[in-house]
């Protein structure tokens, strides 16, 4: 992944933080320190490891644990909209943003794996 395209998913995950955490102000206060601090710790661990795989020339496994951290949040924001902490409209936003950086994840995956450097 080109320097562009490495500011590029790192601006799309900002945004998606920026939108998660409007979207959390509306959980009720007992969820604040429970299921919307598991939240927030994955989408600061997803920020996390964009800027350190952008910094490592093997990015295999930080490759797979930023999928995976993706994935851990996807599954946890289509929790608190099953809990009716999320209505659907920022439940559908949300995902859409979290689908976009999975895209870019998964292209990152592909160039790194194509150029032999997932050591």
């Known amino acids: 992944m080109n320097p562009n395209n490495d500011l590029l998913i790192r601006q799309r995950c900002e945004a998606m933080i920026e939108y998660g955490y409007v ?5 009720p206060k007992a969820e604040r320190h429970v299921l919307s601090a598991e939240i927030r710790h994955s989408m600061w661990q997803i920020l996390r490891l964009i800027v350190v795989c952008n910094k ?3 990015k295999k496994t930080t490759l797979q644990e930023l999928d995976g951290e993706l994935e ?5 924001v289509r929790m608190a909209k099953a809990l009716g902490y999320l209505d659907f409209k920022k439940y559908e936003n949300w995902a859409r943003h979290n689908d ?5 994840v998964g292209g990152w995956i592909k160039s790194a794996s194509q150029r032999g450097t997932t050591d």
């Open 23 to 27: 979207a959390m102000r509306q959980f």
């Open 56 to 58: 490592r020339y093997h």
């Open 72 to 76: 851990l949040l996807r599954s946890q």
């Open 100 to 104: 976009e950086i999975g895209r870019m």
